[in-house]
């Protein structure tokens, strides 16, 4: 069984700065792809940043230039450096990630949400 554990969510002023941070555990699996995603109020989930085994990276028109995504692969954990926040950055943020484990073929794990509000 592989799980995703988010940390560092939290309240923050517009042009402040949060770090995400998202640990996989488990038990002899290989990470693929890892990327964070966003679900404010009424709105659909949308994904913010991603990051290939071998660190490309991918960003949504929003957040280029604010948002650096990083993963350290020792660690199994992937960070989201979130700078200059914005009001309409609120959202819960939902770290994914592309696993296979020795069992289980390929798939999408996602961890519980951490809340990320700005306040202007």
């Known amino acids: 069984q592989v799980q995703l554990v988010e940390s560092g969510g939290g309240l923050v002023q517009a042009g402040g700065s949060l770090r995400l941070s998202c640990a996989a555990s488990g038990r002899s699996f290989s990470i693929n792809a890892m990327g964070w995603y966003r679900q404010a109020p009424g709105k659909q989930r949308e994904l913010v940043a991603a990051?290939?085994?071998?660190?490309?990276?991918n960003y949504a028109d929003s957040v280029k230039g604010r948002f650096t995504i990083s993963r350290d692969n020792a660690k199994n954990t992937v960070y989201l450096q979130m700078n200059s926040l914005k009001p309409e950055d609120t959202a819960v943020y939902y770290c994914?990630?592309?696993?296979?484990?020795?069992?289980?073929?390929?798939?999408?794990?996602w961890g519980q949400g951490t809340q990320v509000t700005v306040f202007s």
């Open positions: 990051i290939t085994s071998g660190g490309s990276t």
């Open positions: 994914n990630a592309r696993i296979r484990t020795t069992i289980v073929p390929t798939q999408d794990y």
